[in-house]
């Protein structure tokens, strides 16, 4: 057989072997009439100027204002959370919320470019670790500052990159706004609902790209809604909106009209994209033939880190960092990429049993749900067949390693369902660090998100080495005494896996979304937050002020986003009407719900 003919005979395999459902000719149709409308749509997209851009954000910002109730709602009822339930309030934050948040920031930095000005404009930029620039990205406005005080967040930019070539660069594709992007595939998340529209955004204004949004099957009762909040791009045809399943994705990925992909999802479905499935896909990789011929960014999360440094704590620190930790594992059911799934303990800390016994009450604590995204059930089971001995508590499971047990399917598992493990390193201060660090980057899958506590303190003992330590980490968003949840609903932070990923070894994913500042070359984010709330950093400021000058103050108690707090819902709802509608009456009762919290 010859080269030619071995080839030709491989590809007829490879066809065979991920042949999908064929898609009948009306369905076939549809989605070709969508794409030629977003043909159009996208010449229409490069005659608007700047300022007509944010006329157009301003009319997408009060068609979202309108539906959130009905989105907040719908939201909750697809996952279960029935009226009343506790934990509705998340569908609040992590839909409107976050979607209202970027159209304003979006909007600022799109009007400072239409009137001649740089993206950053009024944005602080500083030195990083390692010599790079940094932007401080939050907070921009005086209400972020009031109601999310004691927490900031900056932007790394790759290393070289100086403050001067970041200002000119900030605007992305709205530096050339008559530069066709042409039209891309955005193939949406099925566990948070903002995030299919946040996509679509970064496409429209980061790249020029009008895009058709597939949606997954999880958000179909999503779909009204979405159709009513994005009329103002989807009437010109800069948006189109589709259900399907594989042989929908299959189709659309392999169209010649869309120029681009976007997904976010599991590596696993990256690579059944770009590869192909099956054992076709497995010799395509080994051949490097991609199935896919066009360019592809991705999310696609990862295992999570929650590193604890070991201080001075009280007893009101152990209890409260311990609901963080069950937050950042028990929001939305652990159905998140992001969600922190092993804390890496000191074995050398004196309070490490104290801080487990208030973990394993926090966990255990928090408000039941369902487990309602699809294939979660399976990957428990195979946690409890992992580790039979784990803790059962409620309808979740914790995991706390032992000396000889083997961490490795916790490490490079992302389970997407509620299964939390403890690992510990010997060690204090410094040497834990490192310890810690290195061992998040070398055996942890994914190099999206990892979260730090570390009290005042015990920061400002180690001095320039905790800055050293947060370089050495390496992933797209890193949360200090926050969650990286934070972070992503943000608009004006970054969201992404670390730089460095390939088609052949994607990790969490190539590229960022979110970045309303329209950044270029960007590293990290950096989110920093409070250690403790309020009013018990009070006494802190004012009788160790030589000691906890790192200390930051901050007006809320609990996080409406922990899942322990009592008022979570009303105070989620009262904020993000305030972020659609304003009024202060509103805003001043839900602050005081947020105190009762």
């Known amino acids: ?128 670790p390692g010599g790079r620039t940094k932007v401080d990205a939050f907070p921009l406005t005086g209400i972020d500052r009031f109601l999310l005080s ?95 399943g594989p042989g929908v994705g299959a189709y659309l990925t392999g169209h010649r009209d869309l120029v681009h992909v976007h997904i976010t999802g599991s590596a696993a479905t990256f690579d059944a994209i770009v590869w192909g499935p099956g054992a076709a896909g497995k010799r395509r990789r080994r051949e490097n033939r991609p199935q896919l011929k066009k360019p592809i960014t991705a999310e696609l999360g990862g295992v999570s880190p929650i590193i604890v440094v070991p201080g001075e704590w009280t007893d009101a620190d152990l209890a409260y960092q311990a609901e963080h930790v069950a937050t950042m594992r028990l929001q939305n059911c652990g159905h998140n990429c992001i969600a922190g799934q ?65 961490a490795t399917a916790l490490e490079t598992t992302e389970y997407f369902a509620p299964v939390l493990g403890v690992v510990e390193l010997p060690g204090t201060g410094q040497e834990f660090l490192d310890a810690a660090v290195a061992h998040a980057n070398e055996k942890l899958q994914g190099t999206l998100g990892a979260n730090l506590l570390i009290d005042p303190a015990t920061e400002k003992a180690l001095g320039s080495g905790f800055g050293r330590a947060i370089a050495e980490l390496h992933y797209g968003s890193i949360a200090i005494n926050g969650w990286t949840a934070f972070g992503f609903i943000i608009p004006t932070l970054t969201w992404g896996a670390f730089p460095g990923n390939t088609l052949d070894d994607v990790g969490s994913g190539i590229g960022v979304v979110h970045n309303a500042l329209l950044l270029d070359g960007v590293e990290r984010s950096i989110v920093r937050g409070p250690f403790r709330p309020f009013p018990r950093w009070v006494p802190d400021r004012i009788l160790h002020p030589e000691a906890l000058s790192r200390s930051r103050a901050t007006i809320l108690p609990t996080p409406p986003w922990f899942v322990s707090a009592r008022t979570a819902a009303q105070v989620s709802e009262g904020l993000t009407r305030f972020r659609a509608r304003g009024g202060v009456l509103g805003l001043a009762k839900t602050l005081l719900q947020a105190l009762r919290a």
């Open 1 to 128: 057989m010859t080269q030619d003919a071995a080839v030709t005979t491989a590809k007829k395999s490879d066809a065979a072997a991920s042949a999908l459902p064929e898609l009948d000719d009306a369905t076939r149709e549809a989605l070709d009439a969508d794409i030629a409308v977003l043909q159009q749509g996208s010449r229409t997209w490069s005659n608007l100027t700047v300022a007509q851009r944010v006329t157009l954000l301003r009319a997408l910002r009060a068609s979202v204002s309108a539906t959130i109730e009905d989105w907040a709602n719908t939201a909750s009822d697809s996952k279960g959370l029935r009226p009343g339930h506790p934990l509705r309030g998340e569908e609040w934050l992590s839909g409107p919320y976050s979607v209202l948040g970027a159209l304003d920031a979006y909007a600022d930095t799109l009007t400072k470019l239409s009137q001649g000005r740089s993206a950053l404009d009024g944005v602080a930029l500083g030195r990083a």
């Open 150 to 244: 004691g927490f900031r967040g900056e932007v790394w930019l790759e290393p070289g990159i100086t403050p001067n070539t970041a200002r000119e660069s900030a605007g992305l594709a709205q530096l050339t706004p008559s530069a066709s992007g042409g039209v891309g595939l955005v193939l949406g998340a099925g566990n948070i609902t903002s995030i299919p529209v946040l996509d679509v955004l970064y496409e429209l204004l980061a790249h020029n790209r009008v895009a058709l949004l597939k949606v997954n099957p999880t958000q179909d009762a999503l779909v009204p809604v979405y159709e009513r909040a994005l009329a103002p791009l989807i009437e010109p045809g800069f948006l189109r909106i589709v259900r399907g």
């Open 342 to 406: 092993l804390v890496i303990m000191s074995s050398d800390w004196p309070q490490a049993e104290q801080f487990r016994a208030e973990l394993r009450r926090a966990y255990a604590g928090a408000p039941e749900r369902p487990i309602w995204y699809p294939g979660s059930p399976s990957r428990m089971q195979r946690a409890a067949e992992d580790y039979p001995d784990a803790l059962v508590l409620a309808d979740r499971l914790l995991v706390e390693i032992d000396d000889g047990q083997d």
